[in-house]
Nanobody
Framework: VIKVLESGGGSVQAGGSLRLSCVVS????????AGWFRQAPGKEREGVAI???????TYRDSVKGRFTISKDNAKFTHYLEMNDLKSEDTGVYYC???????????????WGQGTQVTVSS
């Protein structure tokens, strides 16, 4: 059984930073895509950052230069370092994993339960 578990959400003021972590268990982690999505109240879920097994990264335009995705295969964990947070970054953040690269489309098979990020201005 593949399990995906996020942690690290919280509340910060605009300009602050947070680091999200996602532990994935139950499969050969190093060969899988790893990524992050988010969903703001009243909005559709959107892709934030994707890291493939070859190290290629795709970011949503609005987070480029502020967010960094990384992966530690030895720990079966991927991270999202978020800096210079803005109020529009507020939402529930989900980590994802899959063998298939769907880019920033929300078609991944394995999702975490979500962690709340709230940025106050």
């Amino acid at each position: 059984v593949i399990k995906v578990l996020e942690s690290g959400g919280g509340s910060v003021q605009a300009g602050g930073s947070l680091r999200l972590s996602c532990v994935v268990s139950g499969y050969k982690y190093s060969t899988y895509m790893a990524g992050w999505f988010r969903q703001a109240p009243g909005k559709e879920r959107e892709g934030v950052a994707i890291l493939d097994s070859d190290g290629r990264i795709t970011y949503r335009d609005s987070v480029k230069g502020r967010f960094t995705i990384s992966k530690d295969n030895a720990k079966f964990t991927h991270y999202l370092e978020m800096n210079d947070l803005k109020s529009e970054d507020t939402g529930v953040y989900y980590c994802v994993a899959d063998v298939i690269d769907y880019g920033l489309a929300p078609d991944y098979a394995y999702w975490g339960q979500g962690t709340q990020v709230t940025v106050s201005s």
